[in-house]
């Protein structure tokens, strides 16, 4: 066990201070802070409501479920029994790039969140399957970065959110079955 702890710590360490550059600091600030992802969203929004019509809608509900969940799990359950303190709190000399926090840091929410969205994205939008887990990824990544949160953390938000991300298209593809199921018994 205490290798492990020790490789999660030295690869925070190697990533927050090893790889430190300007120009990462820059990109991966950009990728962390949520605020900086409100007009994505927005056009995200308007775009399933719009161009899919009621396909887009139910799409948006499942999307919206999905993250949701993986939210509430990982920040008011998983965080509470865990209750690992962010590296930004516990190393004095930890790159500190955005606010610490107040919140715990094992799984990461930003992981979480983002993993289950870019899986649930993906299925929708088939083509951009790869982008959206690389940018879940480089999202995940930039936690490590900017010092709020260790490895694992990102690691076990990746897995939580991609199993939360499989397991609403499950129940979506369930749903979407349904309704045309129903559809084509009133012709």
């Known amino acids: ?80 029994l865990v209750e690992r303190i962010r590296p930004c709190h516990t190393f004095s000399d930890i790159r500190l790039l955005v606010p610490c926090g107040a919140g715990k840091s094992f799984p990461s929410s930003h992981a979480v969140n983002n993993f289950a969205a870019a899986i649930i994205l993906g299925s929708f939008f088939k083509n951009y399957k790869i982008h959206f887990i690389l940018l879940a990824s480089l999202i995940a990544f930039s936690r490590v970065y900017v010092g709020v949160h260790y490895p694992s953390d990102v690691l076990a938000g990746a897995i939580l959110g991609t199993l939360i991300g499989v397991l609403f298209i499950y129940f979506h593809k369930k749903l979407i079955y349904k309704l045309f199921k129903n559809k084509e018994n009133e012709i």
Do not use: C
């Not at 775009?47 to 509900?61: D, E, T, V």
């Not at 993250?67 to 799990?73: G, V, Y």
């Open 1 to 80: 066990m205490d290798f492990l702890l020790n490789l999660d710590i030295g690869l925070l360490f190697f990533i927050n201070r090893t790889l430190a550059n300007p120009i990462f600091d820059k990109i991966f600030t950009l990728l962390t802070v949520q605020e900086h992802w409100y007009i994505v969203y927005t056009i995200l929004i308007y775009f399933l409501l719009f161009k899919f019509q009621w396909r887009g809608r139910i799409f948006l509900l499942t999307l919206m479920l999905a993250i949701t969940l993986a939210d509430q799990l990982s920040s008011h359950v998983i965080k509470e």
